[in-house]
């Protein structure tokens, strides 16, 4: 966030000088004017913090670790020595990346993408060098550390469900966990074989990238025969599965706090599930609508086109099913669910936008522009982030015992939602004028001075936006040691976490793990006085039905008659995981 906002400063006021810039930068910032070369490291290091360390570990690492045992009725993962592992592989590609920051030649630059030629060539630019080893190092911990922890997440899953939890009977949050953490597993694998052909023609003279290369002061080089149109290749075969790795956890937490405050059932429970299942598939085979301008053949991109258009389809369907789970519902409007609505606004007109990135007449014209920015930080980064701020105050007293500030849940709410439109929507207009996106100073083209303003604008807007997260960081420590004492189920909600003691205790549950009755979302039942019905409440007037499976996390428990699935579907699902 500090990063994004330095180089907001220079986007504003280019020719202004900033004292304090040199006091913090240094030699990048003599006289309190932005170096270029560390202004692209800026923009490279904050977009690869944002995408892979904030919004793939904070939502699929943080909240999988917290809630795929707790939901399921497990004591812990399937494997706490993996969970450490990851833990620490994390730990260190952070460290890794940071430090980059702080080289003599400066952060790696070229984008969070980082092309080649420079990302391949040591002597390409100053954030070539050391800064890009660096970022290769950090991204190859950080895949490993991804790979760990997704075949923990999928092994519990499959594993660790206590008794009477069948696989519809999941809270939407573990699907959601579940195809994440499928879709890492398949994908990350292909980044990393990117970083290491990269690494090759770093250090050991190949050419999977490079081929007829003239360097300044150096001349022409002898690589030849390779491709730069590889990397982005092998980078987007990851990169757009990412954009969902990222979104589905985001939008299965939003399933949760919704339902749960809007005290309904989720709409279309069987459709939401396959429409994930639907954005997994078709994720791996959408990426080649970010190489349209590569000189790829018309009919190729003709497929890649009708393929985007067409995952346009589950996606709409989840954000149809969000609407008229809202509709007619007895709203509680806290702030996790203002930050789940605010989810669902930027999650439909960022994604709008996408239709128009899909078609590849129209992408050759906005590619590199402002409407790439501001349609990805809108469907991706603020709706991402916005399911993060709605699972932080919703599960905030299962973490820490306590409640956060509502007044100051509302503040970061409003703030941040007015602000993050402020930001990112004059970027389409920007875009369509034709403004590209990573230039440095734009008073040096004279078209570009129209938006000097609307620059200014947006730069103002941040500041207040970034000012209200200070809102969040007081409202989450204060309350961790002096915050009012929560109750064992705060906000009326059917899941199983909400069953174990409101002190956290190690294995979850002091004694049996509770038997799971139902789904969990049965709120406002006609035949119950109160509008929820916990998973683990028996139904004293219906039948005992049950999963068959004993679990690894409760031994102790009985094997119960085998029982129907409640529908073709997830029997079908079972069959194909062998959990039959």
Request: charged letters at 10%; a negative charge; hydrophobic letters at 50%.
């Amino acid at each position: 966030l500090i990063m994004s906002l330095i180089f907001r400063l220079q986007l504003a006021w280019p020719d202004e000088q900033f004292g304090f810039l040199e006091t913090l930068l240094g030699k990048w910032a003599v006289d309190g004017k932005l170096d270029p070369n560390f202004y692209m490291g800026l923009v490279t290091i904050h977009g690869t913090i944002m995408v892979f360390y904030v919004l793939t570990a904070g939502l699929s690492g943080t909240f999988s670790n917290l809630l795929i045992p707790l939901q399921l009725g497990a004591r812990d993962m399937a494997s706490p020595f993996m969970n450490m592992l990851s833990y620490w592989f994390f730990f260190l590609s952070s460290v890794t990346l940071l430090s980059s920051v702080f080289v003599e030649t400066g952060p790696a630059s070229g984008g969070w993408t980082v092309y080649p030629p420079l990302s391949a060539l040591e002597k390409a630019m100053p954030g070539s060098g050391l800064g890009m080893t660096l970022w290769l190092a950090a991204i190859a911990l950080f895949i490993i550390s991804s790979l760990l922890g997704g075949i923990n997440y999928i092994s519990t899953v499959l594993n660790m469900r206590t008794k009477g939890m069948s696989m519809n009977r999941m809270p939407l949050t573990i699907w959601a966990f579940f195809f994440t953490a499928i879709l890492g597993l398949l994908s990350f694998p292909v980044l990393l074989g990117a970083a290491i052909f990269l690494i090759f023609d770093r250090s050991f003279g190949t050419s999977f990238y490079l081929s007829d290369i003239y360097l300044e002061g150096v001349g022409a080089l002898e690589n030849i025969g390779g491709s730069p149109v590889l990397y982005q290749h092998l980078f987007w075969f990851l990169g757009h599965p990412e954009v969902y790795i990222i979104l589905m956890p985001a939008l299965g937490i939003t399933s949760e706090v919704i339902s749960t405050n809007a005290r309904k059932p989720i709409f279309g429970y069987t459709a939401m599930v396959i429409s994930l299942m639907g954005i997994s598939f078709l994720s791996f085979i959408v990426w080649g609508h970010h190489m349209f301008i590569t000189g790829m053949n018309p009919f190729l991109g003709s497929v890649f086109m009708i393929l985007t258009l067409i995952i346009a389809v589950p996606s709409a369907v989840k954000a149809f099913n969000y609407l008229t789970t809202l509709w007619k519902g007895n709203l509680r409007f806290n702030p996790a669910m203002l930050f789940s609505i605010g989810l669902v606004s930027f999650f439909i007109s960022g994604g709008l936008t996408g239709i128009y990135l899909g078609n590849a007449a129209l992408d050759i014209q906005l590619h590199d522009s402002y409407f790439v920015v501001a349609h990805f930080h809108l469907v991706m980064g603020s709706a991402a982030i916005f399911g993060m701020f709605a699972g932080i105050y919703h599960w905030y007293p299962k973490m820490f015992g306590r409640m956060m500030n509502k007044t100051l849940g509302y503040f970061h709410f409003w703030i941040t939602f007015i602000t993050a439109y402020l930001v990112f929507f004059p970027m389409h207009f920007m875009g369509l004028a034709g403004v590209p996106r990573r230039y440095y100073q734009f008073t040096l083209v004279e078209d570009f001075n129209v938006w000097m303003d609307v620059n200014k604008l947006m730069t103002v807007a941040a500041i207040i936006g970034g000012g209200a997260q200070l809102l969040f960081l007081y409202n989450f420590f204060y309350n961790i040691f002096k915050g009012k004492k929560a109750t064992q189920n705060p906000w009326q909600s059917n899941t199983l976490e909400w069953s174990t003691p409101v002190e956290r205790i190690h294995g979850n549950w002091p004694g049996e793990i509770p038997t799971v009755y139902r789904g969990p979302y049965e709120y406002s039942r006609p035949d119950r006085e109160e509008d929820f019905f916990p998973q683990y409440e028996p139904d004293e007037s219906a039948p005992e039905v049950l999963h068959t499976e004993e679990t690894k996390s409760a031994p102790d428990t009985k094997k119960v008659e085998e029982v129907e699935e409640g529908s073709v579907f997830f029997a079908a699902i079972k069959r194909v995981f062998g959990l039959s």
